[in-house]
């Protein structure tokens, strides 16, 4: 009931582009789901975030797409670019008590040239 | 200057040994956390800290133990030293913003290698 399962394991897109990185849930309590990107070498960072009280949040080039119905969302790269070439997790919490953010397994987006 | 800083970067070192990571983070939150990174960029939990509180404890052999002497600092030490403990540690920090909704900043990390 804490996972998070997330999909795929590996992607490639190429330059312009776009990508797309789902994530399921089964604990209908979680209320927030962030995106972190990982790029080699450094520690994960903040991409973007959504709660629940709205089905999409867009910024910039970075979209989360969410379905409270199917329990699940999804992180769309547009126009992608070399640049976001990173490991991407999805995660999700819950916003009340000592709660921990559990992560999905991780995709590794390579964007070619 | 590092939001979130972690020494060592690297360890290496023999099985059975004893090693400590230590973190600092100059962001003023009041949460720390040390999560593992296994070789298949799986992230788990470990520990979390508030306000120098222990919050959250997953299961974790008891050859490691955190310590926090204050909120700015959460330290690992480890104890006998196993090949399976080969990982990157990240220490985190965040402000409680309620359950696990806090933004997480992470430090680069600590590659520990078990020989």
């Known amino acids: ?113 | 200057d590092t939001a979130v800083s972690q020494t060592p970067k690297y360890l290496v070192t023999q099985m059975g040994n004893d090693k400590s990571i230590k973190c600092e983070q100059n962001l003023g939150h009041d949460t720390m956390y040390w999560y593992k990174q296994d070789s298949k960029k799986f992230l788990k939990i470990m520990f979390s800290y508030n306000n120098k509180e222990l919050i959250i404890n997953e299961t974790v052999p008891n050859r490691f133990s955190p310590k926090s002497p204050d909120k700015a600092h959460l330290n690992l030490h480890i104890n006998s030293l196993e090949l399976g403990d080969s990982a990157v540690y990240f220490c985190a920090s965040s402000h409680w913003a309620g359950g696990g909704t806090g933004e997480l900043f992470f430090g680069e990390g600590s590659r520990l290698t078990v020989l």
């Open chain 1, 1 to 113: 009931q804490q996972q998070v399962k997330q999909s795929p394991q590996s992607l490639i897109v190429q330059k312009g582009g776009i990508s797309i990185i789902n994530c399921a849930y089964e604990n209908t309590a979680f209320d927030y789901f962030p995106w972190y990107q990982q790029f080699p070498g450094k520690g994960p960072a903040l991409l973007i975030a959504i709660r629940p009280d709205v089905s999409e949040k867009k910024e910039g080039r970075f979209t989360i797409s969410f379905n409270k119905s199917a329990k699940q969302f999804s992180l769309h790269i547009m126009d992608s670019q070399p640049g976001d070439s990173a490991t991407y997790f999805c995660a999700a919490s819950m916003s009340t008590g000592f709660q921990k953010l559990v992560f999905g397994t991780g995709t590794r987006l390579l964007v070619s040239p």
